[in-house]
C-alpha cells in the first residue's frame, strides 16, 4: 500500500492520540481518519447522495394560470 506523509501541529497529533487512545501519531490519524470514512458511507448509505435528491422531494407540478 502506498503511504503519503503529511505534517500535522503537534497539539494536534495529541489531541488525536488522546482521542483515539492510540501512543503513536500515525495510527492515531488512520483510525480517526477511517472512523470518519465509515461514518460517510453509512450515513450515505442510509440518506442517499445528493443525487438521490429527486427521490426524497416529490416533483411538485406547476401551477396552470388563465
Given amino acids: 500500500m502506498a503511504q503519503?506523509?503529511?505534517?500535522?501541529?503537534?497539539?494536534?497529533?495529541?489531541?488525536?492520540?488522546m482521542l483515539s487512545g492510540t501512543r503513536n501519531p500515525q495510527d492515531a490519524v488512520e483510525l480517526i481518519l477511517r472512523d470518519f470514512l465509515e461514518r460517510g458511507r453509512r450515513t450515505e448509505?442510509?440518506?442517499?447522495?445528493?443525487?438521490?435528491?429527486?427521490?426524497?422531494?416529490?416533483?411538485?407540478?406547476?401551477?396552470?394560470?388563465?
Fill in 4 to 17: 503519503v506523509t503529511v505534517s500535522l501541529d503537534a497539539n494536534l497529533a495529541i489531541d488525536a492520540m
Fill in 45 to 66: 448509505t442510509r440518506t442517499g447522495d445528493a443525487a438521490d435528491g429527486h427521490r426524497v422531494t416529490p416533483d411538485r407540478p406547476t401551477v396552470q394560470e388563465g
